[in-house]
Every structure is written in C-alpha cells, then in structure tokens.
C-alpha cells in the first residue's frame, strides 16, 4: 500500500477510454441456469461482452489490458461473466478493492438520475476463503456480511484470459426483481492488478465514491429485456415487510404468462417457533405479458413479533419473506407520560429515556419498505414497557430491572 499511494498524489487517476454514457444496459433473459465454473457456458443465449465504458489506472506505466462484461437474467437470478486478458489470475487480500477481482452495485434509481442511497454493494476476490464474497455496503452503510451458498461464483484462468462467473439470486439482494421493481440501477467496477502494488480499475459507470462509505452511487439503468418465449413464472413480495398491530399484510404477485392462467395462489404465514399461524388461498387470474396482482392477507389477530410468509402457487413454494408486525406505539403519549412523571426521575435517568424513545421512533420513521427488523420490534416493545414500568416501580427498581435485561 506504501508503495501505491505515492503514485495516485502524484499521478493522479488516469482516464483510459471515454464513451458516452450507456443510459441504459440491454439484459437478455435467459431461460436455464448456467453452470457455474468461471468459464462462458455455451447455451447463453446472444453471448457478447460488453465494453467498459472507463478504466483509471494507479500508474501510468500499467499496460492496457483488454476486458469485458456480460450480464443475463431469469426471474430468480442475476447472471455477470467477467473476462480479461491475462495468462493468471493474481490473488491479493481483498481482491474485490486490491485485484484481482470486482465490486457491483444493485441499487434503486432515483427520478432525475441523482446519486443512490439505497443500494448493495457486493464485492467477489477470486481466492476461496470465507470472504470471496460479501456485501460490503448496503444502503451507504458498510456490511460485511458473508454471502452463502445460494450465490454461486468461480473464477477462472483459460488460454490466456481470465474470467469470473456470478449466479446472484435475486432473493440475496431484496427486494430488488425485474418483475418486482420498476427500475433497477447497476454498476460494476472490475479492478485489475498490475505487478506487485499496482491496479487499473474498468468501469460501467465511472464513480470516484464506489468503494466509499456514506456515500451515495452513481449507476446505469438495466433494461431487461421479455423472454423470447413467455413462461409461467410467479414471484412475489410483501408492500411493506414492517406492518402495525392489527393491520393487513399486502402481497404484489408478478410473472411472465403467455396466455391467460388461473393460480390457485395460498399465503402461510409462520411464527418464530414455525408453526402455522395464518393462511389464505385465493384464485389469481393473470393475463398474457407482464401481469401484476396483488391480495390481502389479514393479520389482525397476529401479536407482535417476527414471522416467515411463504407463498405458494398450486401448492408449490415460490417465496419466502421475512415480516414484522410492530406492538402498538404512540411516540408523543409516552413523551408526554414521561413528562408527567419526570418527578419521580434524576435528570440523568429522564434524559435517558428520552433518548431512547427517540432514537426508537427514528429507527422506525427511518426504515425502508421492504426492510423488517428485530431491534425495532425490541426497542419499541421496550418502551412501552419502561413507561408503564416507571408508572407502578420506584426509579431503582426500574434501572435495576433495565440492567439484568
């Protein structure tokens, strides 16, 4: 790292290749799962790779190197093939920022093409060690978390080129689907590395804050393109993963149809403990094309907590969601009942529980749609519980109480 830094101040960052920008990047659907082994598979429909618009390189001196890109669809996944000209693939820690190996970004458009800030960043190094694969941020915040199985990734080194195959479901990057989403931002940053220090980083969409925390992203607009031959595919997702004490959960249904077809469509919804705790089956008519629909589950008698919904079409699992139903919340009453018995409190242990009530209601007030937490349930469950603490315990019983939690 010493000796890289010197040569960006006094370098700068070198721009290779200008074009102007994509707008909008043409994804073809693809109707089988390729195979995974960090090679092109020969039944990909229209195979050919695209151009990185931009390449910046730490040095000058860093010879070009020709590399490219590929990307696919299917209703349950994202498919990225990665090619590059080069005898080996050169293993660094963090391939995905040092080289060899690439970050992308998933992420939803803004209306007038602004910067995102809410997005993945995923990043993918060739070695095999429990971090070849990441979210390293989402939603501005840096993340970490280790990817699974599901998402299937190689890389490769073959006849003088390297290359990196991704199978992303889209289930791994939620709530973000082509039938689901009116638009969806993409980015890709493919860094390769150069001797011993060196690197030159291809872009889509040249971004100078892709690897930046607190940042928001620059992207282009996938535009995914109808299957050849309509299939009868059906997916699904809550409105709203989060939804209050005693209201309804709302389900979107979409999928590709090419004629008119009738579903028997049945929502589960299953506690903690999984055991079934609500259900409704109901018949769904979906046009030919794109069709959308969307049905109602009532969740009334349902207590707060974390469930699973599982959705089914004619008896076969097509989804799994996470939801929240919230306790019962009134922000301004426990304000106000905590003033009424601020008498009974120092001003240390008040201004405590003003600081929790508001960060409580800033973490619900601040959540996404499609995000259900745990610690919001727990937080607001919390307070409730404080406050009608604070109106039958002394003060030491309570802070004695808030400790052995």
């Known amino acids: 790292m010493l000796k890289i830094f010197p040569k960006f101040l006094i370098y700068g960052l070198l721009i290779l290749s200008m074009k102007p920008a994509y707008g909008q990047i043409s994804v073809p659907y693809i109707n089988n799962d390729p195979v995974i082994d960090g090679l092109p598979d020969i ?25 490219g890109y590929y990307i696919a669809y299917s209703e349950s996944f994202l498919y990225l093939y990665i ?8 293993f660094r820690d963090r391939g995905y920022q040092n080289g060899d190996g690439f970050h992308l970004m998933i992420g939803k458009p803004l209306p007038d093409g602004e910067p995102a800030s809410e997005f993945y960043i995923l990043g993918f190094s060739p070695d095999e060690n429990n971090y070849n694969k990441l ?3 989402y939603n501005i915040d840096l993340s970490g978390r280790r990817l699974d199985s599901k998402t299937k990734y190689k890389s490769a080194e073959k006849n003088g080129k390297i290359s990196f195959e991704l199978l992303l479901p889209w289930s791994v990057i939620y709530p973000y689907n082509p039938l689901l989403s009116e638009k969806i ?10 001797g011993e220090g060196e690197k030159t980083l291809y872009f889509v969409k040249e971004d100078n804050k892709f690897q930046n925390e607190q940042s928001k992203r620059e992207y282009e607009i996938l535009d995914f393109k109808a299957p050849a031959t309509r299939t009868s595919s059906i997916v699904s997702r809550p409105i709203k993963n989060t939804i209050s004490h005693g209201g309804n959960l709302r389900v979107k249904l979409s999928g590709y149809n090419k004629e008119v077809i009738n579903k ?3 929502v589960r919804i299953f506690s903690g403990e999984n055991s079934l705790v609500a259900t409704k089956n109901t018949t769904v008519e979906f046009e030919p094309g794109i069709s959308e629909r969307e049905i109602i589950v009532d969740c009334e008698n349902l207590i707060s907590g974390g469930y699973i919904l599982r959705v089914f079409a ?15 919340y009134n922000f301004n009453e426990w304000r106000a009942k905590l003033n009424s018995l601020s008498d009974k409190l120092s001003a240390g242990n008040l201004n405590t529980l003003k600081f929790y009530i508001n960060n409580t209601e800033h973490l619900l007030r601040s959540a996404k749609d499609y995000e259900c937490s745990y610690f919001i349930r727990k937080n607001i469950s919390e307070v409730d519980e404080l406050i009608k603490a604070l109106e039958e315990v002394s003060p030491s019983c309570l802070f004695a109480r808030k400790r052995r939690g």
């Open 185 to 194: 931002g993409f980015n890709l940053c493919f860094v390769k590395a150069i």
């Open 314 to 328: 004619d008896n076969l699992l097509i989804d799994e969601h996470y939801i929240s139903i919230i306790h019962d």
């Open 135 to 137: 979210v390293w941020y």
């Open 43 to 67: 039944n990909l429909q229209s195979f050919k790779l695209n151009e990185f618009a931009t390449a910046r390189k730490s040095n000058p001196e860093n010879p070009g190197i020709k590399a």
């Open 83 to 90: 090619e590059a000209s080069a005898e080996k693939i050169i």
């Open 264 to 266: 028997i469509i049945t």
